[in-house]
């Protein structure tokens, strides 16, 4: 993994109170950065064998990999984040 760049993210959930908004999970995860993410940017991570199937992966020992950069979000018909307003 020499060279592999390592982040440390955390899930995020749907507010059950106000639906339009994130809240953070309580969880953190390090996942291995296939795609050159930055900090704070929303991320898609999958993991377990799953995260081996990202391109260069499939002989590491990964549990947890970003496979996507999330541009929008729209929940209930109603975008709720946009990459470049952050």
Same mark, same amino acid.
């Given at each position: 993994?020499?060279?592999?760049?390592?982040?440390?993210?955390?899930?995020?959930?749907?507010?059950?109170? !106000?639906?339009?908004?994130?809240? @953070?999970?309580?969880?953190? =995860? $390090?996942?291995i950065?296939?795609?050159?993410?930055?900090? #704070?940017?929303?991320?898609m991570?999958?993991?377990?064998?799953?995260?081996?199937?990202? !391109?260069?992966?499939?002989?590491? @020992?990964?549990?947890?990999? =970003? $496979?996507?950069?999330?541009?929008?979000?729209?929940?209930? #018909?109603?975008?709720?984040?946009e990459?470049?307003?952050?």
């Amino acid at each position: 993994m020499r060279g592999r760049k390592l982040l440390m993210v955390r899930p995020m959930l749907i507010d059950p109170e !106000d639906p339009s908004r994130f809240k @953070p999970g309580g969880n953190t =995860i $390090v996942a291995i950065d296939t795609l050159g993410a930055g900090e #704070g940017e929303l991320v898609m991570f999958a993991q377990g064998s799953s995260a081996r199937q990202a !391109d260069g992966l499939k002989s590491m @020992p990964v549990d947890a990999a =970003i $496979v996507g950069l999330v541009d929008t979000v729209s929940i209930g #018909g109603k975008k709720t984040y946009e990459a470049k307003n952050q």
